[in-house]
Structure formats: C-alpha cells, structure tokens
C-alpha cells in the first residue's frame, strides 16, 4: 500500500455544499480492490481520465476497460464521474450510472477495479483510517480477509480453552464457480461473490467473523456455539444461498454452496487442526454432491 505523488496524480476541490463557489473540501481517489492496492490519487484540477490507454491520468490495463473509459469532473455543484459509452459500463455502489454525482464513501467500479472517493476537510486523516481498513477487510467483498480471519481465530481458539466455551468454524464455496464467471463473465462473478458475503452477513450474529477466505472461499468462526448448533447455522445459510436469485445485468445465475463444519474438541490441538477439519468436511461435501452441509467425518 502506498501513497504514490509522484507520478499519475491529480487533484480537484470538491464543493461543500449544492451551491456554487462555496468552501472547498478535498477529495481523492483510494484504490480498495485490484493493483496497486491503497493507492491514493489526490484531486486537483478540472478533469481527471481514466481508462486502459496510457495517456489516462488512471490507467487500468485490463480488457474489461474501455481505452477512455469515464471521467471525473469538477462544476460548481461537486465532483461527478461520467461514463464515456464504455463497453463494460462504470458503477458507484453496484449501480450502473452514465453520470452521477460523487458522495463521500462512494465506491466507483470500472472493469475489476475498485475506488473509494474520500472528501472533507480532513482526508489525510480518512486516508489513513481507509489504509488500516484495508488491512483487515476484503476490497471487493467488504467482509473481513483471511489476515483477519487468522490472527481472529487463534484468539478466539485461546479464549474458547481458556473459559471451556464452545466454538465452531464453518468453511464453504461456491459451486462451479470458474464455471460461473466461463459462463457469465468475471463482472458476474464479483457480483455473486459481494452478494454472497451480503447474505451470510445478515445472516450472522454480531459476534460472528464473517471473512473472504480466499478466491470464492468463505469462512465463519461462530463463538459459543457447539456442532450441532453450527451444523443448523450452515444448513440455513445453504438453503438461503439456494432460494437467491442471483441476477447480473438481466441474467439470472444459478448458485449453491458447499460447506464444512468443525468445532473445537479434544481432537483440535491447535488453529490449523481446526481449519483442516473443517476444510476436510467440505471437500467431503463437494465430492458427494455439492450444495450440502457436512460436519461429521
């Protein structure tokens, strides 16, 4: 992660209010998802270029992008990205626009990259928030990443031994899903890959740790609850997965998932003895069938 300004850098002042030649906030661009992971692209100027020829003020050498593909400019009522008849389209906050107006905390999607604007009187200071952010989230789906997912359950393992409470561990992926994005595209395949952690989130308690475990892997470490109580959590979030409509761009995409569970016994001696069981169990589940719960060798 890097706060790069000495190369392609530009700046623009943001409006701070829907009037015109009103005090001016900054403003930048963070890179949250593909290369150049928390890049930050300070704003100023009149107009900023992005696409995947290099004379853009942003280039994104990806197929998926159009050589001009969208700009960012600034008018006296704020900053606005406008979508140059792309072939794959722009997005803020998963909603195709052709031009839109940019809100603090919005993420901008072009191609597979993903931007989070940041604007107001401080945004070094929410820069480095965003960095620390990204240290322990995942870019594209906004659950935690396996950094995370790690170091949590080791700390959850030790306070389970210590205080003799039950915990269980759940590992899944997605069926087919190189076939998914073969199939549908890899636009698609990011989609059910954020609606898939959508859902499992809301499914899950606070105290849950829902993560990208990696690719289309998913785990959730569920403190206080024993097998039996896992086992039931995993058929409910499968049966859900199942009942989904995942639709893209007008097309439906059939998805189901495959899950592993495991819970810390006598037999876990450690961290990585948990996640092996539970992964065991999921390869099981996958190899007798898919779109099934397994947590029993």
Do not use: W
């Amino acid at each position: 992660m890097r706060d790069d300004n000495q190369d392609t850098i530009v700046n623009l002042k943001v409006d701070d209010t829907q009037g015109p030649k009103t005090r001016h906030k900054d403003a930048c661009l963070v890179v949250i998802y593909g290369q150049d992971l928390g890049r930050k692209y300070n704003l100023v100027g009149r107009e900023l270029r992005i696409g995947r020829a290099t004379t853009n003020d942003i280039c994104l050498s990806q197929d998926a992008v159009s050589r001009e593909h969208a700009h960012v400019i600034v008018d006296d009522f704020g900053i606005k990205i406008r979508d140059n008849d792309s072939t794959n389209g722009t997005y803020i906050n998963d909603n195709k626009i052709h031009e839109a107006y940019l809100r603090d905390g919005d993420l901008v999607k072009i191609g597979r990259a993903i931007f989070k604007f940041l604007s107001g009187d401080n945004i070094e200071s929410s820069y480095h928030e965003e960095i620390f952010r990204l240290s322990t989230v995942d870019g594209l789906t906004q659950v935690f990443n396996r950094r995370y997912f790690m170091e949590t359950i080791e700390r959850e393992l030790s306070r389970a031994r210590r205080y003799d409470r039950p915990l269980a561990l759940l590992i899944f992926d997605i069926d087919h899903f190189k076939r998914c994005n073969d199939t549908y595209g890899h636009r698609a395949g990011d989609y059910v890959l954020r609606r898939m952690a959508e859902l499992v989130t809301a499914r899950a308690r606070k105290v849950d740790v829902v993560a990208r475990y990696g690719g289309e892997e998913f785990a959730v470490i569920l403190p206080e609850i024993d097998i039996r109580g896992a086992e039931t959590f995993a058929e409910k979030v499968r049966g859900l997965v199942e009942a989904e409509t995942f639709a893209f761009e007008g097309r439906k995409i059939p998805v189901t998932i495959s899950i592993g569970v495991a819970e810390l016994d006598s037999a876990v001696a450690n961290a990585d003895d948990l996640i092996q069981t539970a992964d065991r169990r999921l390869y099981a589940a996958k190899t007798g069938g898919r779109n099934r719960v397994v947590a029993k060798d």
